[in-house]
């Protein structure tokens, strides 16, 4: 008989679905639910995940799901929460679970408009930097260089910050997050549960088809983000701006890994020239200048 | 037996009879965005809300698209709801408009019905509410102000019935009625109560979480569109149903899926829908002075379309000129192709005229001119009246 006790953990989201081979979505969606509790509805716009939600014979997930047209995610989950306040209600989560495309591209007006009003919402973008349900078209979230099928020579526009733009709207609570630090990304919606008002959590999501990279990989790739500073883990927590795990003892460039580590493993930048890499390098170090502004304020 | 009852009555311009209406129906959330010219009911409920006279959510909305998905939203989650809009508005709204007749939950939207750009235009016509025609949406409109308020209640009352279960839409003219101030009989709040019953539908259950809109394979699909279009069968009784109960408590004896003035015994009739309804009566009484035994069939449900009380009106007219405030362009006159359609097979002449486009006047003159034209054997098949 074994002497470690073997913790039995109940999935929150249940196997079988239909995502992708290493497709980080189910198991960051059994997090969020595991930390929210069965008290929460999913808002879910036109995604990867509607086909992951399953269909009218069934769904992965444990708790209530609205599944809504592309743009409308942030509305529907504002009328939700205001029923079920009006109902007495009051400790339910509306939790929107978006792609980067219904986040920043058809469904920005939606969203800032509710963040606007501080909808009592907690919105999680899943950001796979591209259309990817419809065969990875770019988004306004396809960082800058990478291949998608419209953008065939790679993308010339730089990514669009979301987090930032969505801190600008003095919501009371905007993190990045990472299923590669998962605990990092528990605590963060541990934290949002527990804030009234509009909560926002940016999740980088790698897509193994999408970037052009072996299933196997996922979460190499997503931990390279973090560590080579494309991806900085923080909150902004009532505007007061504080980096979270790794990412802490990132803020001086010799802990940062080179760019070229994370790009190299990703054929979505395999056409990358090396002046091309050297730009993007130069505005992730031109980003860290920002961050260190930010942390000092 | 005739009850005589001392009725309430207010002056309200048509968008203040809606919002009144509104408020005794108790909603729990709304989401309105401006537009002319719906606006000022917006203002009314924003001021009920404000007094407590009303209470509930107004979401201040960034977009028509989000007023209804948040609408949505509520509605599934519990709440009676309620909206309104108009024109690009409504167009703005169209998916969602889909979505939430797909879905079928009770909410109501009033449409302040106006022309659709380009060019601009403010006034009125019906284009923009004939366009959501295909949408899973019980619509009806209302002739006058008195109308517009009755209906407004009977909406929330038809989308809540369980045999039903659909959004429904309630059109009124621009200006013509939303601006206009007329005699408004209301019914006492403690009536409404009793005709309006506490909503019970909810899809949000943290216990037996379901999925609510997921992705339907084709054998599925079909069966639940099938379910939609038995629905809007069904609902035609219902209305009926309804529209008689509410009768009896406001002691006025005018409903029903249509409304026929002096058809019974009519040769030639006029169809309408919608505030020139009543310029239609005008004309038809003014024939009927000239000797010819002119009636008028005013639709008042126009989804689901009631093609059996079509039939049964206007199956032995010499002839039928139907009047249309909005065309399918290439095809014709909307309400016109639908008579058409009901009286197919009987030797019925069904005439179209198109007017009022974009607010062109319409008086009861032109409807006087125009059956004169059918019964000395002028009048063109389909008539736009420039």
């Excluded at chain 1, 605990?183 to 193994?208: E, M, N, T, W």
């Excluded at chain 2, 404000?50 to 948040?70: C, D, M, N, Y």
Aim: charge should be neutral; include cysteine; glycine fraction near 6%.
């Amino acid at each position: 008989m074994s002497l470690i006790t073997q913790v039995k953990r109940i999935p929150k989201f249940y196997r079988g679905n239909a995502a992708c081979p290493g497709c980080p979505i189910p198991r960051e969606l059994d997090i969020l639910i595991e930390e929210l509790g069965e008290k929460t509805v999913l808002v879910v716009p036109a995604s990867c995940s509607t086909v992951i939600l399953g269909d009218t014979s069934g769904m992965p997930s444990t708790v209530p799901v609205v599944h809504s047209a592309f743009a409308a995610s942030a509305a529907i989950a504002s009328g939700i929460v205001r029923a079920l306040r009006m109902r007495g209600d009051k400790d339910a989560i509306v939790t929107v679970w978006a792609g980067d495309g219904a986040t920043g591209d058809i469904g920005f007006a939606t969203l800032s408009g509710a963040a606007e009003r501080n909808e009592d919402i907690l919105y999680v973008c899943y950001d796979n930097e591209a259309y990817m349900n419809t065969g990875i078209q770019r988004s306004s979230l396809t960082p800058k260089g990478a291949w998608t099928t419209t953008t065939p020579e790679g993308k010339r526009e730089f990514k669009k910050p979301l987090p930032f733009i969505m801190a600008e709207h003095k919501i009371p609570y905007v993190a990045t997050a990472s299923i590669a630090y998962p605990f990092d990304y528990q605590a963060k919606v541990r934290k949002a549960k527990q804030i009234h008002g509009f909560r926002y959590i940016h999740l980088l999501s790698p897509c193994p088809p999408g970037w052009r990279f072996d299933s196997s990989l996922t979460i190499e790739i997503a931990k390279l983000a973090v560590e080579t500073g494309v991806w900085p883990l923080f909150e902004i927590e009532n505007g007061e701006f504080r980096l979270t795990s790794v990412s802490k003892t990132l803020l001086d460039k010799k802990n940062r890994k080179p760019v070229i580590e994370y790009l190299k493993l990703q054929g979505r930048f395999s056409k990358l020239t090396e002046e091309q890499t050297k730009e993007i390098q130069e505005s992730i170090d031109e980003m860290w200048e920002q961050i260190k502004e930010m942390v000092k304020k | 037996m005739t009850q005589i009852l001392k009725r309430k009555a207010l002056a309200l311009v048509g968008n203040h009879a809606v919002a009144y209406a509104v408020k005794q129906a108790k909603p729990q959330v709304l989401a309105v965005f401006p537009i002319t010219p719906q606006t000022t009911m917006l203002e009314k409920l924003a001021e009920y809300i404000s007094s407590g006279e009303l209470k509930a959510e107004l979401v201040r909305i960034e977009s028509e698209h989000s007023a209804l998905a948040t609408i949505y939203g509520a509605a599934v989650a519990g709440a009676r709801v309620f909206t309104a809009t108009a024109s690009q508005g409504l167009l703005y709204m169209g998916e969602m408009i889909y979505w939430a007749g797909g879905q079928r939950v009770p909410m109501v939207a009033a449409v302040a019905t106006r022309a659709i750009a380009e060019p601009w235009s403010i006034w009125d016509d019906h284009q923009d509410f004939m366009s959501k025609r295909d949408a899973i949406w019980i619509q009806i409109m209302a002739e006058n102000v008195q109308e517009a308020y009755d209906l407004t209640l009977q909406a929330f009352r038809i989308s809540e019935d369980e045999r039903v279960i659909m959004p429904v839409m309630m059109g009124f003219d621009g200006f013509i009625l939303t601006h206009t101030m007329e005699r408004v009989e209301v019914l006492e709040d403690y009536e409404v109560d009793s005709f309006l019953p506490p909503r019970q539908f909810n899809l949000i259950d943290f216990s037996d979480p379901i999925g609510v809109g997921p992705i339907a394979q084709p054998d599925e699909y079909m069966r639940i569109r099938y379910e939609a279009m038995k629905a809007m069968e069904r609902a035609k009784s219902v209305i009926e149903e309804i529209m008689r109960e509410y009768e009896k408590i406001s002691g006025r004896k005018q409903y029903g899926l249509v409304e026929c003035y002096k058809c019974e015994d009519a040769k030639y009739a006029f169809v309408t829908m919608g505030a020139w309804s009543g310029d239609a009566k005008v004309a038809v009484d003014r024939l009927r002075d000239q000797g010819i035994e002119a009636g008028l069939l005013k639709i008042r449900v126009f989804r689901p379309f009631p093609r059996e009380k079509i039939k049964e009106y206007l199956r032995s007219m010499k002839g039928v000129i139907v009047f249309d405030r909005a065309v399918s362009f290439g095809s014709g006159g909307i309400l016109a192709n639908e008579v058409k359609s009901s009286l197919y097979g009987l030797e019925v002449p069904v005439y179209s005229v198109v007017a009022g486009l974009g607010g062109k006047d319409v008086r009861p003159l032109h409807f006087q001119k125009v059956m004169e034209d059918l019964i000395e054997g002028r009048l063109e098949e389909e008539r736009w009246l420039l």
